[in-house]
Each structure stands twice: as C-alpha cells, then as structure tokens.
C-alpha cells in the first residue's frame, strides 16, 4: 500500500494540471471552443482499434462497426452528403474506449473519389488496415485511388477492378400510332428519361439494364428531339449505335425539317439525319405557291390604281393642310412665348429648392460630426472597460462566469450612456472540431451575451448578436497561440 499513495499523488497532480490548462475564458478577441473527446486508452498495453464497413447498396451508402464516438460518425456523413450521396446507419455502436490515428481523416479524403467511380464498392477498416473493393471504368481512377490511399501511412490495400464499358444501344420506332421501344442501358434512370418524352402507349417489351454501360450523351440529346419526332414525324426511326445518333423518317412540312436540322445541329454527339419531307405533301405544297404567286399579281396591280386614286385624293388635301399649317404656326408663336414664363418661374423654384437643400446638407453635415465623435467616445470607453475586465464563460459551456457577467454589467452602463449607438457582438472560433459545431458553439455564447445586455436594459434592437464559427481567422491556425488568438468575442459599433 505504501507503494501505491506516490503513484496516486502524481495521479493527482496531473488531473488539477489538466483542470488548470483548460480554463475557458473569452477576452476581448479570445474564444475558446469545448474541447474534443479524446479517446481513453485501455488499461492493457495493447491498444483496441475501431472497425467499420461502408458498402454500396442500392443506389447509398451503409455503414457498419464499432467506432469511438458520434463525431467521427459525423466526419463521415458530411463526406458522403458533400458527395451527393446518401448515408444510413447499418448496426454501428459506440466505445470511447477505442483508438483511431488516421483511418477516419484517410476515409474523408477518399470517400469523394470512391463515390463518383467506385461500382459495387466496399471500404473496411478492421485490425488497422483499411482495404477498398470495388469496380472502376478506366485505369486511371484506379491509379488515382492509389495515389490517395499512399499519402497516408496507414496500412492499406487496394482491391479495385477495371471493367471495360461499352456505349448503350437502343432503337424507338414510330409505325403510326405503334411505338417501339428497344434496347440496353445502364441505369433506370436512363430508361425514365426517354420514356418520359415518350406517349404512354409506347411498348417497353424489350427494354434492359446492362452494367458498365457508356452514355455519352445519347440519352440527353435523343429527349430534346423525341418530342418534335413525335409531333411532326408520320413514320420514323431513332437509333443510338456504335456511338451515333441515326434519325430516319417523314416530316410534312419544310419547316419541320429545318427545325430538327437545328436541333441536330446543337447536340454535341455525332448524328446521321435521313429525314425527308413527304412527296405527296411536297407537291401540293409546290402548287399552293404557284396559286399564291397568281393572287399576289393580282392584288399588286389592284394596289397601284389604289395608289393614282389616293394620290390625287393627297394632292387636294396638302392644299388645305399648308392653310392649316399656318394658322397652327401662329398658335405655336404664342405658346413657346408662355413656356419661356413658366421656365423662368420653374428656374426661380429651383433656385429655392437649392437654396433649402445646402441648408439641409449643412445641417447633416453637422450632425454627422456628432455622430462621429460620439462613436469614437463610445468605442474608447469600450475599449477600457475591456482593457480592465474580461468577458469569460463557465470551462466548455456558454454560461458565463461571475467574472464576464461584472464585465457585461459595466458594458451595459457604457451603452446606456449612448443611447444612439448599436453594436454587434461577433463570435469567432480556431479550426478545432467540425464547421457545424464551431458555428453552433459561437452563435450560443453571443446570444448569452445580447440576453444579458437586454436583462440589464439595453434595448434588443439596438444589438446584433453574429456568431462566424471558424470563418474568420485573425491568423492561420497552425499552432496553439493562433488558436487562442482566432478565439474571441468581437464588440462592433455600427455605422463607424
């Protein structure tokens, strides 16, 4: 027993020296954000790791294991959601008791890549080595997993296939009212596509998924012409094979054959037109011109002896309107000398409005300069009470300590004392822990500070409590005296 009491001693000593060290205080550009749970280390030598599983599985992401707490649950998820993909929770527990050096910060920043590439994919962490499973199209994205997983000293593997891809195929056939669709594709998604722009009586008999399927935009480009094919054409054929678009069929008008010329002509994929306009529809289109053209000869003879009739009609008339023409002259004479009275009263007001305008500037002018002073007044009064006290919060809550209420006290008498000013009390944290908390963590410690202002008298509306989270750094956080530093409470006077 004697031989325990110094080893509990030095134990002892330690705890209040951890205690002491984490004393949370806000100064005036400090604030001190709750500290991250550090795992506990078994009291065996042999340290016990996390282990977890993530795995393709109908079109998201499950994920499965023992991990130390919710954070670095949280570290994943926002990885996977930053990829535009989803995250359930499969059986995952809990042990604060497990160790993890870098298999979490190594996962966030291959999880991007495996998501975009990786086909029935799986990533395991077991025993400290994290190995990847999975399908790519290209080698290249293998290559790039790789290089990912080497800057890590973590122990890995790499499991990856490449599967060749070939394009998708498919044909549509408009036989009258019968429509047929066939062909392969990658994805349901694809198939929704074009069925959408589709009519509803379209067969889908012989319509298949394949995996490792190309689209290369056929899928895009065949739903911006579907609709103009369905409308115009009477019997037609679209076609995506060996990598082009072939278009076959009828139109009945010229215009609908320059319109999916144009169309055509804006897809970015190659594209074989075999349309052509109706022969039958042509013909009786060529002998409308012709009818046409024999009725626009006609009316243009019967428009010039309309012209010689209205010109003589315009000769008698100009007669009478130059007698009128003077008349209006006179009576124009009269008004343009009545505007020139009205223009020189309209100057003479201006003249007073002016007049009253630099009266009115100069006063502002003046009150300005009030403002002013009264803000830099404010400010310095400010800036010694914060020289004498700080503003402090309770160790990793957003309660203040007796210290930081005297001080808020002594600011509400400094604020009562100018009743025009506003202010904003801004929040700032280092880069310790995720964005979301470090937001949180900032905006719950200035809204204790603006509740307390208000209870002491401060009217809420001349307050703005702003927290920034880690947004804005006074220096770069790369060591500890940085961090304490870009953790502060800022008090902004408006309008300076």
Known sequence: MKKIWPW????????????????????????????????????????????????QLDGMYVLDGNLTNETQQNILNDAITSASATLKLGKVTEDNTLID???????????????????????????????????????KQQEEMKKLL????????????????????FIIIKDGSNIDFRGTFEKQEQINTLYS????????????????RIDNGAVLASSKILPLVMKTYSNSELSYREGKLYLSGMVDKDEDLKRMEYLLAQLNIPVVNHTIINPVIQAKIKRLSEIQKEKENKLAQEKANRIAEEKAIKDKAQATLNAKKEQEAKALAQQIAQQKIKEQEALERERARLDLARERAQL??????????????????????????????QVAKTSLTEQGKQTLDKLATVLSKYPDIDLEIAGHTDSDGSAIFNQKLSQSRVDTVKEHLVIKGIPAQRLTAKGYGESNPLVPNTSNANKQKNRRVELNIQGE
Request: one cysteine or more; aromatic letters at 8%; charged letters at 20%.
């Open 8 to 55: 509990l001693l030095l134990l002892l000593l330690l705890i209040l020296l951890c205690i002491w060290t984490k004393k949370d205080s806000i100064y005036q550009n400090t604030l001190t954000e709750i500290p991250r749970n550090t795992p506990k280390i078994l009291t065996k030598n042999v340290p016990h790791y996390i282990n977890y599983q993530i795995q």
């Open 101 to 139: 050096r870098q298999s979490i910060p190594l996962l966030h920043n291959i999880l991007p890549h495996f998501i975009k590439y990786y086909k029935m994919g799986k990533i395991v962490y077991k025993d400290n080595l994290l190995e990847v499973y999975g399908n790519v199209s290209d080698p």
């Open 150 to 169: 080497q800057k890590s000293t973590l122990s890995t593997r790499d499991y990856s296939h490449v599967v060749a891809s070939i394009p998708i195929d």
């Open 197 to 212: 722009v589709l009519p509803s009586r379209t067969s889908l008999a012989h319509v298949s998924q394949g995996t490792y």
């Open 364 to 393: 502002q002018a003046v009150q300005a300069l009030n403002q002013e002073n009264t803000i830099k007044n404010a400010k310095k009064d400010i800036s010694e009470l914060l020289s004498l006290g700080n503003i402090e919060f």
